[in-house]
């Protein structure tokens, strides 16, 4: 009892005590969600149109088109496959937001047949779906669309941990989205431009003007002939020029630099190094007796521009420097190192001098067991090579058993040159020593995929005889090292140590043999900086992002063969270009300049005839209204007079003119305009820019790359 009334006299402190214990527990709640919510915010990339993507969701699509570039043998940029990713994230965004406002969409059916049936151009125009002479291949369509069945049929078991499945599988899926994007982006623009109609009266009055065509005399002053000097411009008539034109400058943020670039250039110390590289070779060529090991000498040790290929060559494709060696020295010769440039180059010469064709043309029956594991490609190889010797068509026994594209053809192959075959291994050796109509037979005893793949060939035609040699290339590249790279860095840093604030940085350059060059605009998620030759210029641009102007680089950015320090001379934050940017008060000085040109002209021209005007008139003949040939102002004008009339002074985009109408006759033939269809077709594909303004894009790119 005591300690309950001694809990009530306090009653006020307890209740003060309870309220600050739930407040604390509620605001670390709140803390603990709201962390959650802010970190959520860190990790978005982007958002449009109200869809969100996070860093883990957009490093999956920069990973997929990673994969979709290797299988497509190209090799862009970690920024450019993320500008690709983010660009298909855009587009993909805001073509599903127009089409669920009205409620289209692209069904199953239509997916399967542009893949199935009617393969769409995003499939016909993928490398890896194209045989060896670059034409379309069904048969690898369908193989690829088997494969990725199987993948989405395991889910993720081993298929998706083996790269080459997983790179397949991730390219699949981003040709997939472009086929989707694209049959939308038709579908918007087929409706638009059925649903759209010109208004009648436009139509008709286009049909009025369109109907004739108009000869005409012309007088025409240029703006460019009238001297600048004449007429004086104000910052004020600059300032409202400005304003009436504000949307001309219209602009996302961006920095301006000035920034040194130091080319680091290989010195005396590191010449030497490459000659003694290259007589190291040089002598190593000379122990050497084995052909192989003498090319995979040279393709490990030399430029890759100059891997040499373990196959007889003709004189264009030997380096021209080696051409003469080749074909002059004795096999086993060695070429005594020597300097070519900015390389030191050695070379063997491995055969003899031999006359063979330079390509030779084929038709092939090819057998894998790739879709049939238990199929015996060997003994089918055998029975279908007994049977042309036997006297079958060829061409028959292609169509009926050959398992790629040249099935369609009856086996035609088409021309090639020595290394092209290098599946299989003695096929040069067959193939250019063989003669026309010869048939044989080859197997792919190297296959690792446990395939069997069997290829029977019949030589169709040969190219005269050539001479050709083997020969192992080397040449070792003159390249700095990590001493002399050194030295430039210690250049670039003692020059902004001396030289911290952008005045400094910009004026004193000249007398260090340096240039400081501006580069502007750059934008937030720029990868290069135009007009630049920045290797890696993505450091540069996060670094402008994140100072102020007059900050000065505190250490030189450090890339392969560049030093480079900047300084920040200039921000421009979303919206339009300030008048105080040079391009924009240039521009309105220039507007408000040709506006007096104008105005003085046409006050010279106002009473004085057409001849007078100008000491060269032109004549045009048949002009059009669907032909816009001219100034739109002229045009207009032109259709709007009589025949014998002239026109009072013109103010054009480029100039002033002055025109008078010769003659007007009927158009011959079918009349301009009559199929508005490919005017609104037009017009939506212009308005894209216009869905991209509305698409409400945030881009946060820049806070992880």
């Not at 990713?85 to 805001?94: D, G, H, S």
């Not at 890759?304 to 264009?316: G, I, L, T």
């Amino acid at each position: 009892m005591a300690a309950l009334e001694k809990i009530r006299s306090k009653g006020k402190i307890v209740m003060v005590i309870v309220f600050v214990a739930l407040l604390c527990f509620v605001i670390g709640d709140f803390l603990s969600n709201s962390s959650a919510i802010f970190n959520a915010g860190r990790e978005q990339v982007g958002e449009v149109c109200g869809k969100k993507m996070n860093y883990m969701d957009f490093q999956k699509s920069v990973n997929a088109y990673t994969s979709y570039n290797k299988l497509e043998g190209k090799n862009p940029s970690d920024a450019e496959v993320r500008n690709e990713a983010w660009q298909t994230f855009i587009i993909t965004n805001m073509l599903e937001d127009q089409m669920e406002k009205i409620g289209m969409s692209i069904s199953p059916e239509e997916l399967e047949y542009v893949t199935k049936v009617n393969p769409h151009r995003e499939l016909r125009g993928l490398q890896f779906l194209k045989d060896e002479n670059g034409n379309f291949s069904t048969q690898r369509l369908n193989q690829l669309l088997q494969t990725v069945k199987q993948i989405e049929e395991a889910g993720d078991d081993e298929e998706l941990n083996n790269e080459y499945y997983k790179n397949l599988y991730d390219g699949w899926l981003c040709v997939e989205r472009k086929m989707i994007n694209s049959m939308a982006y038709e579908k918007l623009v087929v409706l638009a431009s059925t649903a759209a109609r010109a208004p009648k009266a436009e139509t008709d009055l286009i049909a009025k003007y369109a109907s004739d065509q108009v000869d005409f005399a012309c007088a025409f002053k240029p703006y460019f002939l009238i001297p600048d000097s004449t007429f004086t411009v104000t910052d004020e008539e600059g300032r409202a020029q400005y304003e009436k034109i504000k949307n001309t400058f219209k602009t996302d943020k961006f920095r301006s630099i000035k920034a040194i670039v130091f080319d680091v250039k290989p010195g005396q110390a590191d010449s030497v190094e490459a000659q003694e590289r290259t007589l190291d070779i040089e002598n190593e060529f000379k122990k050497i007796e084995d052909i192989d090991e003498a090319y995979s000498l040279a393709v490990q040790e030399s430029d890759p521009n100059f891997a040499s290929r373990n196959v007889y060559v003709k004189s264009d494709d030997i380096d021209y420097s080696l051409r003469e060696f080749a074909f002059s020295a004795k096999k086993d010769s060695v070429l005594p190192t020597f300097a070519d440039g900015l390389f030191y180059k050695t070379a063997k010469v491995l055969s003899n001098v031999v006359s063979r064709p330079d390509s030779v043309k084929i038709s092939i029956i090819f057998l894998t067991k790739e879709n049939n594991a238990k199929l015996d490609t060997k003994k089918l190889a055998d029975s279908i090579f007994g049977a042309i010797k036997q006297g079958s068509s060829f061409a028959d026994l292609a169509e009926k058993f050959s398992m790629d594209n040249s099935q369609k053809n009856k086996g035609e192959f088409g021309w090639l040159r020595e290394g092209m075959f290098g599946k299989f291994k003695d096929f040069d050796e067959t193939a250019f020593n063989g003669k026309v109509g010869q048939v044989f037979q080859m197997e792919d005893k190297d296959d690792q995929f446990g395939r069997d793949d069997q290829i029977i060939v019949k030589i169709d035609s040969m190219t005269a005889p050539v001479k050709k040699v083997k020969i192992a290339e080397v040449a070792i590249k003159v390249e700095a090292s990590g001493e002399t790279y050194r030295k430039y860095y210690e250049k670039a840093s003692k020059y902004i140590s001396e030289n911290s604030n952008v005045e400094d940085f910009t004026n004193n350059a000249a007398a260090e043999g340096l240039f400081a060059y501006e580069y502007s605009p750059i934008f937030e998620n720029d990868y290069q900086i135009r007009n630049s030759n920045i290797e890696n210029a993505r450091k540069v641009v996060s670094w402008a992002f994140s100072h102020e102007v007059g900050d000065v680089t505190t250490q030189p950015f450090e890339f392969t063969n560049q030093c480079v320090i900047a300084a920040l001379t200039g921000i421009v934050e979303k919206g339009f270009l300030p008048y105080s940017y040079s391009y924009a008060n240039e521009y309105s000085k220039r507007k408000v300049l040709e506006e007096k040109k104008a105005e003085a002209t046409i006050s010279e021209w106002k009473d004085k005839d057409l001849a007078a005007c100008s000491e060269r008139i032109d004549t045009v003949k048949d002009a059009r209204f669907d032909v816009n040939i001219q100034d739109p102002a002229v045009l207009a004008s032109i259709y709007s007079l009589g025949v014998g009339e002239t026109s009072a002074p013109i103010k054009g985009l480029s100039g002033v003119y002055k025109v008078k109408v010769l003659g007007k006759k009927p158009v011959e033939g079918e009349a301009p305009f009559n199929n508005q269809r490919r005017e609104v077709e037009t017009f939506f594909r212009q308005s894209m820019g216009v869905l991209l303004d509305k698409s409400d894009i945030v881009d946060n790119r820049s806070t992880f790359y």
